[in-house]
């Protein structure tokens, strides 16, 4: 047994920090346009999506090193990746907003802005469906609702306090807000 074959000694762990970086950004991206989705509001599909991914970028992350330590170098990179990632965007606003998104009007004194909703990749059923999953058993009851940048639903009654709920939205993003 070749032990520098096994854990990679020869084998160019810059080019795998670098191919794990760009292989990051990409799926962020990737996940970014396409919808607000917590892991509890994730459908089978979505966990085979996830898992088809993860699949797919392995190879592009670690190139031809199939060794113990570019697996590590990989794993290590992207929870460093992670981490730098979530300070920056809690001292950015403007960064966290590209990369978030902002909370978007989708019903405004008991009317619905259809196009909001549209560009949301909602539809007015699911809105409807949120409505009464929230107590309301009338649109004209709901001062605003609004699409929280996680996923969810808040909704408010005229004058009222906010109601919101962990409430399991299916939104996808055109990818801008």
Known sequence: MDVSRVFGWDS???EVVLRCVIVYVAVIVGMRLTGRRQLGQMTPFDLVLIL????AVQNAMVGSD???LGGLVAAGTLLFLNQVV???????????RAVE????LI??????LEEQV??????DALVMQAMREHGFEDLSRVGTAVLEIDGTISFTTAGGPTVRTRHRVRATRSGGN
Do not use: C, F, Q
């Open 12 to 14: 160019s762990l810059a």
């Open 52 to 55: 088809l991914i993860a699949n």
């Open 66 to 68: 199939t060794s113990v």
């Open 86 to 96: 979530g300070m920056v965007l809690s001292r950015v606003p403007e960064l966290r």
């Open 101 to 104: 998104g902002e909370p978007v």
């Open 107 to 112: 019903v405004h004194d008991g009317k619905l």
């Open 118 to 123: 549209r560009r949301e990749g909602l539809t």
